[in-house]
């Protein structure tokens, strides 16, 4: 047996190779400016491409001893950003404490909303107290038909997104006149990469507005990782190669120098230190000698670590790149 | 060879260089050059491909374009209005050479 055989994903180029060609080896941090934490995997949706595999049933979450932590780090740092991601993170019973905590410190709080949550009768409070909190809402909606988004969402969960950005722009979201950011999330149906992130946002718009009188602010488009349940389906469906190949084909080097992982740090639901969110799933802690959990956090080590790689980061290297907030470059 | 089309074949389409590099150089260019964006957008000219495709029923343009098309923001029920143009016009064009028949018909005074 060759090792080909062995790993099937020897046979496509190395990631690293790729940034050594672009003079981008090693690729470091240059900072944290996004302190990201992932609230666990409990979800009250089952989408058909999520990377952590989140769902009703996982009961991974973040314990207040975590969040705490987080907070002194926060304290302790200029940090400006926290980005607040799951599974549903609303269903984590520490959520909304922290979500004040935070708040307090004059950080600016995202947290990345499946929309359906805030319709459910134990969290349909959350939308007025992300209001409250100025809160960023970023909201999934993979596109502005039924048909794409119960595909890949669950059957139903176009009409309840609808609902629910009724709901927040009701309450001010998505208004240019007010400060309440509403930003959705686009990612493609199924195995091929993102279009231009400026025309689908104007598609986006123009849509929403005649179809439901519905507005928002930014519409990012995120590249489906190759890792979690997207991966099993690219496998399922024999698309596995041709995907990674059509990653590897767009690699931009302008795209890699700009990549989030640079200026993020991830924190797992169990306090483990991640470059992305992404390496979180494929248990890559941080590592070449930074810390690799909250418990040994080192700012200054942190601040300018080496970031661990792997196939998976052609997702965030393609065309114009891919990161929680859309596009790399122009 | 067992099938005339395989989809391993379309990544192979450059090897058609090899035996003319100079023709394949300037056809690269200038197919290049053609879906670039100008007065009509990257996705307009990526759905009149597919639609073309279409016409001319080549299997290795529907695979690129379909999946072109996608990546430039199209959704299904576009792409299908696209390929509904042309069968269409496919349709029509075989329909309107009936005016022919008709021609031959009254000089025979069939009609």
């Given amino acids: 047996m060759n090792k080909a055989t062995e790993n099937p994903d020897c046979q496509f180029n190395n990631f690293d190779d790729a940034l050594k060609e672009s003079n981008l080896f090693p690729l470091t941090s240059t900072g944290i400016e996004v302190l990201q934490i992932n609230f666990g995997y409990l979800c009250n949706q089952t989408c058909k491409h999520c990377h952590v595999q989140a769902g009703p049933h996982r009961t991974e979450i973040i314990s207040k001893e975590t969040l705490e932590s987080c907070l002194e780090i926060l304290r302790a740092s200029e940090i400006p950003t926290v980005d607040i991601t799951g599974g549903a993170p609303e269903m984590n019973p520490h959520f909304e404490w922290f979500l004040k905590e935070t708040a307090a410190l004059q950080r600016q709080v995202m947290v990345r909303c499946n929309l359906t949550i805030l319709l459910e009768s134990k969290f349909e409070h959350l939308a007025q107290f992300y209001a409250d909190q100025r809160v960023q809402v970023i909201a999934s909606l993979p596109y502005y038909s039924k048909?794409?988004?119960?595909?890949?969402?669950?059957?139903?969960?176009?009409?309840?997104?609808?609902?629910?950005?009724?709901?927040?722009?009701?309450?001010?979201?998505?208004?240019?006149?007010?400060?309440?950011?509403?930003?959705?999330?686009?990612?493609?149906?199924?195995?091929?990469?993102?279009?231009?992130?400026?025309?689908?946002?104007?598609?986006?718009?123009?849509?929403?507005?005649?179809?439901h009188g519905i507005r928002f602010n930014h519409l990012f488009t995120i590249t489906n990782m190759p890792i979690g349940r997207f991966r099993d389906f690219l496998v399922k469906t024999g698309n596995y190669e041709s995907y990674i190949q059509r990653l590897i084909a767009a690699y931009n080097p302008q795209a890699a120098a700009g990549v989030m992982c640079r200026y993020t740090l991830s924190v797992g639901w169990d306090g483990s230190l991640y470059d992305c969110d992404f390496n979180q799933i494929l248990e890559l802690n941080c590592n070449h000698g930074a810390p690799d959990h909250i418990n040994e956090f080192d700012f200054e080590e942190l601040r300018s670590r080496q970031i661990v790689t792997g196939l998976h980061c052609y997702g965030c290297t393609a065309g114009a790149g891919s990161s929680c907030g859309g596009t790399v470059v122009e | 060879m067992e099938t005339y089309y395989s989809p391993d074949d379309l990544v192979k389409f450059a090897e058609i260089g090899e035996d003319a590099p100079e023709l394949w150089k300037k056809f690269s260019a200038w197919y290049g050059e053609v879906f670039q964006q100008g007065a009509l957008s990257e996705r307009e000219k990526a759905l009149i491909a597919l639609a073309v495709a279409h016409a001319v029923q080549c299997p290795y343009c529907i695979d690129a374009y379909t999946q072109a098309s996608l990546e430039k923001g199209s959704n299904p029920e576009q792409m299908m209005e696209a390929v509904h143009v042309a069968a269409a016009i496919r349709g029509g064009a075989s329909l309107v050479h009936g005016v022919q028949m008709r021609n031959v018909e009254k000089k025979l005074g069939a009609i």
């Fill in chain 1, 147 to 211: 048909r794409f988004v119960d595909t890949q969402r669950g059957k139903g969960v176009f009409d309840r997104s609808i609902q629910a950005l009724k709901k927040l722009n009701t309450l001010g979201f998505g208004d240019e006149t007010t400060e309440l950011l509403l930003n959705l999330v686009y990612n493609p149906a199924g195995a091929f990469l993102p279009p231009s992130q400026a025309g689908i946002e104007a598609d986006f718009k123009r849509e929403l507005w005649q179809r």
